[in-house]
């Protein structure tokens, strides 16, 4: 597999159930994005986990960028991450966390080319740096843009390319240098 590939995959270990949105380089994982949820009063409330490889906060940066992008023709993941882009209508999702310092969001952004799924976090003076961004979306009560992100997790459910199997969770722990 030479080139960037972006695909999905159904994992029950890392960070509780939900879908790793992965996007891998010349057959090496690169980066992903993890949408998973917890229950909360019958509703499901969701949560993301971005991490890009070999990138780090650094002192003198504001802000911190993790993008996965879906060209056109990964139709299925193309079209899943565009009707989310419509859904919130190019609206942030503004993590409610209050612990976190700054403001931690996600956006889907879209065009005839490609469509993009990017988590942000504002790193200005925080002083202890992580190699991942968290955001904590929230639940029907607490985030406007609840059923876009409902929508855009069911249709990753029924566009999934497989099931996470323990070589998948390795490359993926590997990565992230806790394994």
């Known amino acids: 597999m030479r080139g960037y590939c972006t695909y999905t995959l159904y994992d029950e270990e890392y960070m509780g ?3 790793f949105i992965i996007q891998e380089f010349n057959g090496e994982i690169e980066k992903f994005i993890k949408i998973f949820t917890t229950t909360n009063y019958g509703f ?5 986990r971005a991490y890009e490889k070999d990138v780090v906060d650094l002192p003198d940066q504001t802000f911190r960028e993790i993008a996965i992008i879906a060209r056109n023709e ?7 991450i565009s009707e989310l882009a419509l859904g919130i209508k190019n609206e942030k999702i ?18 005839t080319h490609c469509a993009s799924l990017m988590c942000f976090k504002d790193v200005y003076g925080v002083k202890h740096a992580t190699d991942f961004i968290d955001i904590n979306l929230g639940d029907n009560y607490t985030c ?10 069911q249709d990753l459910e029924k566009h999934t390319t497989k099931e996470a199997d323990e070589n998948d969770i390795q490359r993926i722990l590997r990565m992230i240098h806790k394994y």
């Not at 059923?147 to 855009?152: K, R, S, T």
């Open 17 to 19: 159930p939900g879908y």
């Open 44 to 48: 499901s409330h969701y949560m993301a």
């Open 94 to 111: 503004l993590s409610i966390d209050p612990s976190k310092q700054g403001e931690n969001n996600m956006i889907a952004l879209y065009n």
């Open 74 to 80: 990964e139709e299925a993941l193309y079209e899943i």
């Open 144 to 153: 406007a843009h609840w059923l876009a992100l409902n929508d855009f997790y």
